[in-house]
């Protein structure tokens, strides 16, 4: 066990501040401070160990755990901590360590290194600054009319993603394509009039291009493949592309169904709410730039 977490007291805390200061307790008012030698370090949750003043709390451990676990690849679980000798084990090889090394680091007054203070400044502007937008955002929320509406209102967004199998005919010139055309007006079989008369590499396939999506061809292609007025087993009329002309024929077509709202009401309520927190914290700068004094150096920006 010991091997395993070598350098885990330091991924353990990056790992803490990317994944979000809230779950380390930072956003929630506690009495923590640095402290030397012999002064009583406050705590908040239930002690399981002691290092000289320092605490050691069931939270901790378990934050700390939660953060491992994360980090351990998914073909690996047999490295997760999961049992409690695990976890006894990882509380003396690395959580009673790194208290050793930090009361060590305090007695030695590091906390008063002028790199350390700025890293702590930095830190303390972050953790504040995220504090202030928590406090400000946490009492929106979105009702499940603001949902329906948009919902409603973007209705088209919400359909499963639609394929459709194509034939293409392509020919060199607009009378190219009007005698095709007319030849399958009189009944001729796409496929072997793609085989004989398209220009395309499709034509090997009797111009079957499969199942495809929008964004497959170009623009003017998509608009005749995917058009509501282009029906299963129909042609469709003659149109200009950047190789020649064109004549489609829809074999078939999946997906492309109304999601119903029960679906993806919830993705829809994250979404509103976001965009109402970023439109908060937004009018709130707004609002706080206008007494402050804001400098821009932008010449010595290289």
Known sequence: M????????????LSFLLSGCDSLGFLTPKKTQLTKKNSVIPYKGTLIAKVGNVPITLEDLNQ??????KMVSEDQPEKKITTREQRIDYVKNEMVRRALLYQEALNRGLDQNEDIVLVLEKTKMELLALKLMKDETDNLEVTSKEVEEA??????QFKEPETRNIREIMVGTEQEAKDVLVQLLQGADFATLASEKSKSSSSKKGGDLGFISKGKK???????AFS???EVGKTSNIFKGPDGYYILKLEAKKGGKQKPLSEV???ISDTLLYLRKQKKIEDLISQISKPNKIEINEGEIK
């Open 2 to 13: 010991k091997k395993n977490f070598s350098l885990l007291a330091i991924l353990v805390a």
């Open 64 to 69: 700390d755990i939660a953060s491992y676990n």
């Open 151 to 156: 919902y409603n209102t973007y209705k088209d």
């Open 218 to 224: 170009f623009v003017q292609f998509d608009g005749v």
């Open 228 to 230: 509501d007025s282009l």
């Open 265 to 267: 009401s919830a993705d």
